[in-house]
């Protein structure tokens, strides 16, 4: 069975996610919408694709479409979900998910009664290096995790017609960036901080630059991660246990690690396929071909919690972006 995909949204992670897409046997890219003019055409005879919409109404309509890829930014995913749910789509929506737990809260609940897939695109949790750590931690190699550092950042030019540091479209550090080293955590934990300790250094254009955090959890397990759209380019995790413990360097995307314990020391090299991204996309085809409706890797409850998180440190920071009409969850 071919599973058949729609696009929404052509940009630069449409694209990214398409090449991963074409290495698949069981699945077909046979829509894109884009609403910018001539984006979606040519989208399309690059991919060769069947069928091209500058709206999203048409593509949704499309019978022959199976789920739907949501590729638009953050301060659209909410409406973008929410009309391929009502549409009757599985959807797999990038990250982060949507700007706050409201809002994901509210597309879990429609998914749940319309029995369809839905998932957040944290392409990272479903590598095969990602697995590999998982898997190890699972056997005890390191001993029980204490704590995590992870870090993200890199510079990106202050530039209102890309998305980084556009308020209008949810930019900043925290959502691009800090979405990756909390979802880590919330992986390896197994659940949210119990307390959370964050700063801030906002950009002229409202967003947040960069961002530090320090996760505690209960047992003093503790997670310190730090993110920043304006300084060095770094992306690094570690893992600490009991035993011993995991450096990953570009954590996000791994494809290589080292396992420290004691004297002994194993490096292991796990690369990808093509830009890494038809792992989730093979995620999303295995669940639905199941019948299920959330994926145990990345589920939607999740998301929410992650969420939940994230709005409690813009709480902390005093940040909200102009769509944002409902007031904060936690103070
Ligand atoms: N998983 C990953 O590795 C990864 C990497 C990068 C980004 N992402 C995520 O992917 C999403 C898209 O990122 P991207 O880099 O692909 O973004 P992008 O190329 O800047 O934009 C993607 C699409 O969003 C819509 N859009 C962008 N700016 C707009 C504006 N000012 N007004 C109206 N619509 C606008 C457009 O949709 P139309 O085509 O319909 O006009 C555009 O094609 C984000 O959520 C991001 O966090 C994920």
Same mark, same amino acid.
């Given at each position: ?14 694209? /990214? ?16 919408? %884009? ?21 999203? $109404? $048409?593509?949704?309509? #499309? ?25 009757? =789509? ?14 994901? /809260? ?5 998914? =749940? ?6 998932? &957040? ?10 697995? &590999? ?6 056997? *005890? ?11 993200? %950042? ?35 934990? =197994?659940?949210?901080?119990?307390? !959370?300790?964050? /700063? ?43 035993? *011993?413990? +995991? &450096? !990953? ?16 020391? +194993? ?18 085809? #295995?669940?639905?071909?199941? *019948? ?15 969420? $939940?998180?994230?709005?409690? !440190? ?9 769509? &944002? ?7």
């Amino acid at each position: 069975m071919t599973i058949k995909w729609g696009i929404i949204g052509c940009g630069k992670i449409a694209d /990214n996610f398409t090449q991963s897409l074409e290495t698949l046997n069981d699945g077909e890219l046979i829509a894109v919408g %884009s609403k910018t003019p001539g984006k979606a055409k040519a989208f399309a005879e690059k991919f060769n694709v069947k069928k091209y919409y500058t709206n999203y $109404e $048409e593509l949704l309509s #499309n019978p022959e479409v199976d789920v739907v890829y949501i590729a638009t930014t953050h301060n659209f995913h909410y409406e973008n979900v929410l009309q391929a749910l009502n549409h009757g =789509k599985h959807v797999l929506c990038e990250k982060v998910f949507t700007m706050n737990a409201k809002q994901a /809260n509210h597309l879990r609940e429609l998914a =749940k009664n319309k029995h369809l897939f839905l998932m &957040e695109a944290m392409w990272t949790r479903f590598l095969p290096a990602t697995k &590999e750590i998982n898997k190890l931690i699972l056997e *005890g190699v390191i001993g029980e995790v204490m704590f995590l550092q992870a870090e993200f %950042s890199f510079k990106t030019p202050m530039d209102l017609t890309g998305r980084f540091y556009n308020m209008n479209l949810a930019g900043g550090s925290l959502m691009d960036q800090g979405i990756y080293p909390i979802s880590y955590a919330s992986m390896l934990f =197994k659940k949210q901080p119990i307390n !959370i300790k964050t /700063n801030v250094c906002m950009a002229q254009t409202g967003v947040d630059e960069r961002g530090s955090h320090i996760f505690e959890y209960e047992d003093g397990k503790a997670a310190l991660l730090t993110t920043s759209i304006s300084y060095y380019k770094r992306v690094h995790a570690i893992i600490a246990g009991t035993k *011993g413990h +995991i &450096e !990953i360097p570009s954590f996000f995307r791994a494809s290589e690690f080292t396992v420290k314990v004691g004297e002994k020391e +194993i490096e292991y090299n796990m690369p990808h396929i093509s830009t890494g991204k038809g792992y989730e996309a093979q995620e999303v085809m #295995n669940c639905i071909k199941e *019948g299920k409706i959330k994926s145990n890797l990345m589920s939607i409850d999740e998301t929410v919690e992650i969420m $939940e998180t994230m709005d409690n !440190i813009r709480c902390k920071w005093g940040l909200k972006y102009p769509e &944002e009409m409902e007031r904060c969850i936690k103070a």
